[in-house]
């Protein structure tokens, strides 16, 4: 039987955690997550969803999750980004209202703040002005 040192023990709990921490999204149509919600998407994951514009809350669920931010953008393609919405750890509330947002064709999710003012890495709202059509992906 091979004994470990208690440091590497420790090392390696460090670099391959116990608990999995993994959290889903399924974007909803009204404001109560309860009409028309899509499958279910990993926050972990960090590509374009191009195809869930119109959509009115977000429906959560997981566990050991810290949050994240999705990043609201105004074309198809997640060109820019034009708004943020916080989306807490564990313990959050399971259904979050996105119908007050800047209007949106695509998201993206992040793991760090994507508004300048918070002192985020992102680069707060990045679009051009509304009437260029490059813009809004038209």
């Not at 149509?29 to 969803?49: E, H, K, Q, R, Y």
Request: glycine content about 10%.
């Amino acid at each position: 039987m091979l004994l470990l040192p208690v440091k590497v023990v420790l090392l390696l709990c460090a670099m391959y955690p116990l608990v999995t921490a993994e959290m889903w999204i399924q974007f909803c149509d009204d404001t109560a997550c309860s009409a028309n919600c899509g499958i279910s998407v990993s926050v972990n994951d960090p590509g374009c969803l191009a195809n869930e514009w119109g959509r009115n809350s977000l429906k959560i669920h997981g566990s050991n999750f810290v949050g994240a931010f999705l990043v609201h953008s105004p074309d198809k393609n997640c060109g820019c980004q034009d708004d943020c919405t916080e989306i807490q750890g564990t313990g959050a509330p399971t259904c979050i209202d996105i119908s007050k947002q800047a209007p949106s064709q695509s998201y993206r999710f992040q793991l760090t703040t994507c508004i300048a003012l918070e002192g985020g890495s992102g680069v707060g709202n990045n679009c051009k002005p509304s009437n260029s059509e490059e813009s809004w992906g038209r």
